[in-house]
C-alpha cells in the first residue's frame, strides 16, 4: 500500500520560513520523482516544486523561485520543502506527490500518488 504523509505545515508571519516533509511508504521510485503542488478552496491545483529521485534534478514554479528549496533524502525515503520569505500569497493546502518519470510536470494528472495535504498559513 502507498502512502505519502506530509508534515510540517503551520501558522507563520509574512517573512517567516517553514520546511514541509513529505515521507513515502510501499514505493520504490528508483528511476521517478516527487513533487510539491498546492491548491486554495475553490482554485486549481497549481504545481510548486519537482525533485527526480537521486536529487540531482529540480523544477519549480516562477513565483517560487528564490525562496523554495526542495530536497531529498533516500534513505529515509523522504522529501522535503524549504520555504523561505513566505508571503501572505503562499498560503495554501500543500500537497506532496509522485510519479515514475523522474520529470516534472504542471499537470497534477500525470502524478501517481497523492498526501493528504498540509495546511501553510501566512499572515501579513
Known amino acids: 500500500q502507498v502512502q505519502l504523509v506530509e508534515s510540517g505545515g503551520g501558522l507563520v508571519q509574512a517573512g517567516g520560513s517553514l520546511r514541509l516533509s513529505c515521507t513515502a511508504s510501499?514505493?520504490?521510485?528508483?528511476?521517478?520523482?516527487m513533487g510539491w503542488f498546492r491548491q486554495a478552496p475553490g482554485k486549481e491545483r497549481e504545481f510548486v516544486a519537482h525533485i527526480n529521485w537521486n536529487g540531482v534534478v529540480t523544477y519549480y514554479t516562477d513565483s517560487v523561485k528564490g525562496r523554495f528549496s526542495i530536497s531529498s533524502d533516500n534513505a529515509k525515503n523522504t522529501v522535503y520543502l524549504q520555504m523561505n520569505s513566505l508571503k501572505p500569497e503562499d498560503t495554501d493546502v500543500y500537497y506532496c506527490a509522485a510519479r515514475s518519470s523522474p520529470f516534472g510536470s504542471r499537470n497534477p494528472d500525470v502524478y501517481d500518488y497523492w498526501g493528504q495535504g498540509t495546511n501553510v498559513t501566512v499572515s501579513s
Open positions: 510501499g514505493i520504490t521510485f528508483s528511476s521517478g520523482g
